[in-house]
């Protein structure tokens, strides 16, 4: 594998936090027609991006990786500016600071295939700390956060229940109570029109319904809640800080609706 310019980008500053985005990009998100959500994320990713050139505690430590799903599963290389498929994909490539994350307008099709999703994400991010700890970086607890608007399914797009879940959760809690490389924090953010019930099997404690915020709030939430824990341990710890953050979001949302 290269060791290409993200070793190096944090100069001056031994420790990182990878961070995932896996975006649910299925069928569903092209909704509604009038004003698909799709766009709603397309113009969050490149807005908030832009946004956090002058952070430079963010631009130093945070290193992102994008990873999008529905029937297919394509990760965001940034030397090629191009989604990549998961065997293209380098972990040395595809984890950018977070203000070299300028990914190509995604598009939505297809079913909401998580799992083989979720098997990437592990498998890129456990191989990424490897090199960085090959580098003698302090790397902070990694965190997957995915972002979807509707409920896991098969490859057929046929829903699947929460026993069907339950061994990909399993796989999750093994990940979190590891320690390094392999382990990491899963969370989970449903907008519109997600399914709680079954996003709470595999991320019990650490899911957060943001239905009212619109994409690019919920990418701020995502960063600033990613830069707040990292100093904390277990994943127990961050879900907690994490949910009260989740939770003052929600009141601060609520005031301004009401004021509006």
Same mark, same amino acid.
């Given at each position: 594998?290269?060791?290409?310019?993200?070793?190096?980008?944090?100069?001056?500053?031994?420790?990182?936090?990878?961070?995932?985005?896996?975006?649910?990009?299925?069928?569903?998100?092209?909704?509604?027609?009038?004003?698909?959500?799709?766009?709603?994320?397309?113009?969050?990713?490149?807005?908030?991006?832009?946004?956090?050139?002058?952070?430079?505690?963010?631009?130093?430590?945070?290193?992102?990786?994008?990873?999008?799903?529905?029937?297919?599963?394509?990760?965001?290389?940034?030397?090629?500016?191009?989604?990549?498929?998961?065997?293209?994909?380098?972990?040395?490539?595809?984890?950018?600071?977070?203000?070299?994350?300028?990914?190509?307008?995604?598009?939505?099709?297809?079913?909401?295939?998580?799992?083989?999703? +979720?098997?990437?994400?592990?498998?890129?991010?456990? $191989? @990424?700390? *490897?090199? &960085? =700890? !090959?580098?003698? %970086?302090?790397? #902070?607890?990694?965190?997957?956060? +995915?972002?979807?608007?509707?409920?896991?399914?098969? $490859? @057929?797009? *046929?829903? &699947? =229940? !929460?026993?069907? %879940?339950?061994? #990909?959760?399993?796989?999750?809690?093994?990940?979190?109570?590891?320690?390094?490389?392999?382990?990491?924090?899963?969370?989970?953010?449903?907008?519109?029109?997600?399914?709680?019930?079954?996003?709470?099997?595999?991320?019990?404690?650490?899911?957060?319904?943001?239905?009212?915020?619109?994409?690019?709030?919920?990418?701020?939430?995502?960063?600033?809640?990613?830069?707040?824990?990292?100093?904390?341990?277990?994943?127990?710890?961050?879900?907690?800080?994490?949910?009260?953050?989740?939770?003052?979001?929600?009141?601060?949302?609520?005031?301004?609706?009401?004021?509006?």
């Amino acid at each position: 594998m290269s060791m290409g310019y993200d070793i190096q980008f944090a100069s001056g500053l031994d420790e990182r936090q990878p961070v995932v985005i896996l975006l649910d990009a299925s069928g569903s998100m092209a909704r509604p027609a009038s004003s698909p959500r799709i766009a709603e994320v397309n113009s969050a990713l490149t807005t908030l991006f832009e946004s956090v050139r002058s952070q430079a505690r963010l631009r130093a430590r945070v290193e992102i990786c994008l990873i999008t799903f529905g029937s297919q599963v394509w990760v965001y290389d940034a030397d090629a500016s191009a989604l990549v498929t998961a065997e293209q994909a380098d972990p040395d490539r595809v984890f950018v600071p977070v203000d070299r994350l300028s990914p190509p307008p995604l598009t939505a099709a297809g079913y909401t295939c998580l799992a083989p999703a +979720l098997d990437i994400a592990l498998r890129i991010v456990a $191989e @990424r700390c *490897r090199a &960085l =700890d !090959a580098h003698r %970086l302090s790397v #902070l607890r990694p965190l997957i956060w +995915l972002v979807t608007d509707g409920a896991p399914s098969d $490859e @057929r797009g *046929r829903p &699947l =229940d !929460a026993a069907e %879940l339950a061994p #990909l959760a399993d796989r999750l809690r093994t990940a979190e109570a590891a320690s390094s490389p392999d382990g990491c924090v899963f969370l989970t953010i449903g907008v519109r029109g997600a399914d709680r019930r079954l996003l709470e099997v595999l991320a019990p404690g650490a899911t957060f319904m943001l239905e009212g915020l619109d994409f690019t709030e919920i990418l701020r939430f995502l960063l600033r809640s990613s830069d707040r824990v990292s100093s904390i341990g277990t994943a127990g710890e961050v879900h907690r800080e994490v949910a009260r953050q989740a939770a003052l979001q929600k009141a601060m949302s609520d005031l301004e609706e009401e004021y509006r």
